[in-house]
């Protein structure tokens, strides 16, 4: 069963930026559609941004302009590039396979990446 490993999290200034990688092992990736969740405090798990197997890209409109989704299926990584950082982003990320998520079969989900946001 395919399994994630998210890093790259920590403190990150307002305005600032951060990068943060997914790498997916012991399943199918390269047909797969790939997104990045954030859970923040007292909230449920939702999308934030997704790729899918031809690099095509879809944002959530909070961070439209701001993150930018990308993929390399020769390392099984797909990156989330956060730029223009707001104290709303604050959260843990992780990140799975789209359409298991959305037909509620997805894989466990990983330990994810903590995001923190100051002013």
Same mark, same amino acid.
Not at 75 to 82: A, F
């Given at each position: 069963?395919v399994q994630?490993? *998210?890093?790259?999290?920590g ?12 790498? @997916?092992s ?9 997104g990045w969740y954030r859970? @923040?405090p007292?909230? *449920?798990?939702r999308?934030v941004?997704l ?7 879809e944002?959530? @409109? ?14 099984n ?6 730029n223009?950082l707001k104290p *709303?982003? =604050? ?7 789209f ?5 509620g ?13 100051? =002013?």
């Amino acid at each position: 069963q395919v399994q994630f490993v *998210e890093s790259g999290g920590g403190w990150g200034q307002a305005g600032g930026s951060l990068t943060l990688s997914c790498q @997916a092992s012991g399943g199918t990736f390269s047909p797969n559609a790939i997104g990045w969740y954030r859970q @923040a405090p007292g909230k *449920e798990r939702r999308l934030v941004a997704l790729i899918d197997s031809g690099a095509n890209t879809e944002y959530a @409109a909070s961070v439209k302009g701001r993150f930018t989704i990308s993929r390399d299926n020769t390392k099984n990584t797909v990156y989330l590039v956060m730029n223009s950082l707001k104290p *709303e982003d =604050t959260g843990v990320y992780y990140c799975n396979v789209f359409r298991a998520v959305l037909t509620g079969t997805a894989p466990p989900w990983g330990q994810g990446t903590q995001v923190t946001v100051s =002013t």
